[in-house]
């Protein structure tokens, strides 16, 4: 799973003068912040006021992603960029304010599989009638309602529209954070997954890897290129030694394909222009799932994204790699007679000319 930081929005709902949620939003902040500091997470304070999105007036469907409007754009783009969401909000007539409604009615995916927290306040109920009703709202959205919440009886709370210093609120703001961080990370594949090319096992999906997939890199590769070490009787394998950083540097200017499924690394395969030969490297299958086509599967979808004006694929792997050696020759490709003094070998396949 990737490593990128949990960028969290701090949603201030109530927008009338006077309102009390920015002081309430506040206080969330100055609750949360050195716990998200030592998390690494990114809180990104939001106040609907400061938004000014009027009643919803596009004329697609949120799910249609079209949105013809500013205001609309600049949500979707806030929305979008969130793992996760911390909701303050007031309760009005036991209900959720109008101004929350219409945010959530304004888009749609850029909503899905991720974590809601609540920050509720209010008189007699602290506000959970409106959490109540925004949580049987949001689970249609495919947003996941935090269990942990903090709830605000305002004339306990409040002195001079201030809110009172109170150790076990500020506790029970950190649990939220803490909770909606770890449902966010166990959500990111289910985010992950939904519009990306499907990949070749059944629910499986590709993504481009990055350096923030490093770690997960590093682990795969250490673990496919032990067969290789010991068939090849060497230790001189750059894939067995490279440190996390000289994995996050070649990610940087390789184009890495990965197949994931349910947040699980299974395979990658990494290309590259060279001149005019498109290189194919790296190419590895986790361990269980050896002999079912995907690492043939993930060579012909590096061979199919060559660049137009390629002629050849090379690639390289250990002279005594048989099985792997196996594998290239029934794709087509054929060894090149030179002589490595590392132990590894050069295949080599022609591409067709008008690419
Ligand atoms: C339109 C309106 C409806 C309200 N309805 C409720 C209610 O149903 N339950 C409740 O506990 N407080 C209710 N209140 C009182 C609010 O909890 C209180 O005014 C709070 O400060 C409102 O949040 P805000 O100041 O951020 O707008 C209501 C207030 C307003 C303005």
Redesign the pocket.
């Known amino acids: 799973m990737s490593t990128k930081p949990v960028r969290v929005l701090t949603l201030v709902c ?1 927008t ?1 003068p ?4 920015p002081e ?1 939003g506040r206080w969330l902040l100055d609750a949360i912040t050195p716990r998200a500091t030592d998390l690494g997470v990114e809180l990104v304070p939001v106040a609907l006021a400061d938004l000014n999105l009027p009643f919803l007036d596009e004329e697609e469907h949120p799910s249609s992603g079209v949105y013809r409007q500013e205001h609309t754009r600049r949500w979707s783009a806030l929305v979008d960029a969130a793992d996760g969401f911390i909701v303050i909000t ?6 959720m ?1 109008a101004t929350l409604k219409n945010a959530l009615d304004y888009l749609g995916r850029e909503w899905a599989w991720k974590p809601m927290g609540f920050v509720s ?7 959970t ?2 959490v109540q009703h925004a949580k049987q709202v949001v689970t249609t959205l495919r947003l996941v309602p935090l269990g942990a919440t903090v709830a605000i009886r ?1 004339a306990e709370a409040t002195e001079h529209g201030r809110l009172r210093p109170d150790a076990a609120r500020d506790a029970a703001a950190v649990g939220v954070l803490d909770e909606l961080v770890r449902v966010a990370q166990a959500l990111r594949p289910m985010r992950e997954r939904s519009g990306a090319r499907p990949g070749p096992l059944p629910g499986s999906y590709l993504r481009r890897l990055t350096a923030d997939d490093a770690p997960e890199v590093t682990v795969l590769q250490r673990c496919c290129w032990v067969d290789e070490a010991l068939t090849n009787d060497t230790l001189a394998v750059p894939a067995l030694s490279e440190s996390l950083d000289q994995v996050r540097d070649w990610l940087d200017t390789w184009h890495t394909t990965g197949v994931w499924l349910d947040g699980r690394l299974l395979g990658m395969v990494r290309t590259r222009r060279e001149g005019d030969d498109w290189h194919i490297g790296r190419l590895a299958v986790v361990p269980d799932l050896r002999g079912q086509g995907l690492g043939r599967w993930l060579l012909r979808a590096a061979e199919a994204a060559a660049e137009p004006g390629c002629d050849r694929v090379t690639l390289v792997t250990g002279a005594k790699s048989l099985r792997n050696i196996d594998l290239y020759h029934s794709e087509g490709y054929r060894m090149v007679p030179a002589h490595h003094e590392d132990g590894t070998a050069s295949l080599v396949k022609g591409l067709a000319t008008h690419r």
């Open positions: 109530s009338r006077g309102a009390l949620g309430v007031p309760e009005y007539n036991y209900g304010p306040y209010g008189n007699t109920s602290a506000g009638r409106s305002i």
